[in-house]
């Protein structure tokens, strides 16, 4: 029987210059990809230069019809995982702005719905 293998992000959510979150992330995906039953692969935020806030339509409401090449571009890798690991610092109380930016982002609306907590 066909049994494809979980695949998991690793999720870099900061992306300062001197950031500590690229170290810890990279310390949690050498941990990871010891395992054998699931596929982990380090997505870092800061690659895939995404501005804030700069679709014309909300993400819930074109359903994911993005406008802007770069936002294709993260949807559909961020669509072909299976699951999600957060590494975020906490700035004055939050989460970074450029994390919560793609958390609003259609492709993990629903996670986010599912866990129970507004984006
Ligand atoms: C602008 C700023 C605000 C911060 N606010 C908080 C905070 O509210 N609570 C906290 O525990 N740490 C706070 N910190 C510490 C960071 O969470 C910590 O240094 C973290 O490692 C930063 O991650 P980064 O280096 O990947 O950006 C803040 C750091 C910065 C730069």
């Known amino acids: 029987m ?3 293998m979980l695949k998991i992000a690793i999720i870099l959510g900061s992306t300062r210059p001197g950031r500590n979150g690229e ?3 990279h ?3 050498e941990i990871a990809k010891k395992r054998n039953d699931a596929d982990f692969e380090l997505v870092d935020i800061k690659d895939f230069n995404l501005p804030l806030l700069d ?3 909300s993400a819930a409401a074109s359903m994911g019809q993005y406008s802007k090449e770069h936002t294709k ?3 559909a890798k961020i ?3 299976d699951a999600y690991v957060f590494v975020t610092a906490e700035y004055n109380h939050g989460i970074p702005g450029a994390l919560k930016g793609i958390i609003r982002l259609q492709a ?3 996670m986010v719905a599912l866990a ?4």
Do not use: H, K, R
């Open 2 to 4: 066909n049994n494809p």
């Open 79 to 81: 669509d072909s995982f």
């Open 108 to 110: 993990l609306l629903a």
């Open 23 to 25: 170290v810890v992330s």
């Open 116 to 119: 129970g907590c507004a984006p």
């Open 27 to 29: 310390w949690i995906y």
């Open 73 to 75: 571009i993260w949807s």
């Open 55 to 57: 679709e014309p339509i």
